[in-house]
């Protein structure tokens, strides 16, 4: 099979969030601090009655059903997610419900594991299946789902929640590049969830961030090794630039971070660089910076301003677009890089999308980390497969306008309820219709065995 990429993308959050700033209010720290400081607008958060499954269901079903697909057309769904409500049992048997009238039954995939990066994981092996011997023809989903929640404090503002599902297989608008992968993989106490009783990680921030940075630093050095290669084989030689991608998405703790690796994506391209111009252009004023070391910088507030603002316009325009569902949802999780993909498919114009590369870094704590690039299809005539995606998606920024602003003790006020019921047996959870956009799945009540049984809206 030719081109195996993502054929179509679905997006599920909550039909609720709070303001930023009016959670720095409620918090008591100083006003502008997770507005400019993170860079984050709104945060989506779930009903009471929402869990991993639900989202899952609900993704699943919104993909198949907008897209006319049959339940029989798919051959393998696997999920990301590090949200676990059972120890055993995985996300992806539940999603059979869903096959169950079809009769459908032989679907390959599983769940896969490690903090946000087990969507960029599932997503690998889908395409891998496609790629494979074991191939059958029919389609792979892709699912990634997160209720990302933190303990009161200064990482609660980062969260979110959402699910993205991917409808995976050949001759798609956005490819998987062939061999451009660069992965980096290290044993780090950064962010996990060693206490299953609990919803919330153990999570050291500044260690998160230093992880994810030098994570960014060895996939993007392992891609463009691999890219440069390839085109040395091609007869070309030459460096590979943040210029050679159009677009550049990224896992998304929070916004600032994301435009801060921009400037560190160029400050890796300006030590790699032979002899780089410091007198005029791109890297004008950098010099005093050509010797660093980029293990060295990591906390470096001089370095990170210097590169920050060189990199502004970069940035501005083949970053920003896509940071759309992560400053008004918040960090999804698994599914928060997919998300940007959404918004960045959703804010683009497909004359300025076709042809292009979408270079993609995947982090998941722990950690795990990948970088690789999408090849936007050139065809973007009405009815071809790029337009039909991008229609799909054209109604983002409306769908969330349209949800409901909850106020900040509301919103404390779930988060407490969640901490009690979400592990309990014989239990029926609160939440209210309202609190649901039409088609939702919620959990309707977990019997005295712990089994869930949902309903739809
Ligand atoms: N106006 C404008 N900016 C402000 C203000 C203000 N009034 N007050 C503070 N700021 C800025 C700070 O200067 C800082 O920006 P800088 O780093 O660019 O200088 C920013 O706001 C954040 O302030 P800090 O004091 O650094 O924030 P704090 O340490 O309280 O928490 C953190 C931030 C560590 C990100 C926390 O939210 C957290 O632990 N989050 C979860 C972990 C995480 O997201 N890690 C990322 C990778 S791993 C993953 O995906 C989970």
């Not at 099979?1 to 700033?21: K, N, T, W």
């Not at 920003?320 to 940007?340: D, E, F, H």
């Amino acid at each position: 099979p030719r081109d195996v990429g993502i054929l179509a993308l679905e997006v599920y959050f909550p039909a609720q969030y709070v303001e930023q700033s009016e959670l720095e209010r409620f918090d008591g720290v100083e006003a502008g601090k997770y507005t400019r400081g993170l860079g984050q607008q709104q945060m989506g958060f779930c009903a009471a009655h929402e869990d991993i499954n639900s989202l899952c269901l609900t993704v699943v079903q919104r993909l198949v059903e907008r897209g006319k697909l049959s339940w029989d057309s798919i051959g393998r769904l696997e999920v990301g997610t590090e949200t676990v409500i059972d120890k055993s049992k995985a996300v992806k048997t539940v999603l059979m419900e869903l096959f169950r009238e079809s009769g459908n039954t032989d679907v390959e995939g599983i769940d896969t594991t490690n903090a946000c990066y087990g969507g960029t994981a599932s997503l690998f092996n889908a395409a891998s299946w496609v790629e494979s011997s074991a191939w059958d023809g029919r389609y792979a989903v892709v699912v990634c789902g997160d209720i990302a929640v933190y303990a009161t404090g200064n990482a609660r503002p980062t969260g979110g929640a959402g699910a993205i599902a991917m409808l995976v297989g050949p001759n798609a608008p956005l490819v998987l590049e062939r061999g451009l992968r660069g992965t980096h993989m290290e044993h780090a106490y950064d962010f996990y969830k060693p206490d299953l009783s609990s919803e919330y990680p153990v999570v050291d921030g500044p260690l998160s961030i230093q992880c994810y940075l030098r994570a960014l630093d060895r996939c993007y050095a392992v891609y463009r090794r691999k890219a440069e290669s390839q085109w040395h084989q091609a007869g070309m030689k030459r460096p590979f630039t943040l210029d050679d991608f159009k677009f550049i998405i990224f896992h998304t703790p929070f916004c600032k971070l994301v435009q801060k690796s921009v400037g560190r994506l160029l400050l890796n391209d300006f030590l790699a660089a032979p002899n780089p111009d410091t007198t005029a252009g791109l890297y004008k004023g950098l010099q005093p910076f050509r010797d660093l070391k980029l293990e060295d910088t990591y906390t470096s507030k001089e370095v990170e301003k210097a590169f920050q603002t060189a990199s502004q316009e970069i940035f501005n325009q083949k970053t920003k677009p896509s940071l759309l569902l992560s400053s008004r949802n918040g960090n999804m999780y698994t599914p928060s890089m997919y998300g940007c993909l959404a918004s960045l498919l959703a804010q683009c114009s497909a004359r300025d999308l076709a042809g292009s590369r979408i270079g993609a870094f995947s982090y998941g704590s722990g950690l795990a980390a990948s970088m690789f690039s999408l090849r936007v299809s050139q065809d973007s005539s009405p009815g071809s497969p790029l337009d039909k995606l991008l229609s799909s998606l054209a109604d983002l920024p409306a769908r969330l306008d349209a949800r409901k602003r909850v106020a900040p003790q509301d919103f404390a006020d779930i988060m407490k309820q969640r901490e009690e019921t979400h592990h309990l047996a014989n239990h029926t959870p609160h939440g209210s219709q309202e609190d649901l956009f039409p088609g939702t799945w919620y959990l309707e009540r977990v019997d005295d065995k712990y089994r869930r049984q949902y309903a739809r809206k």
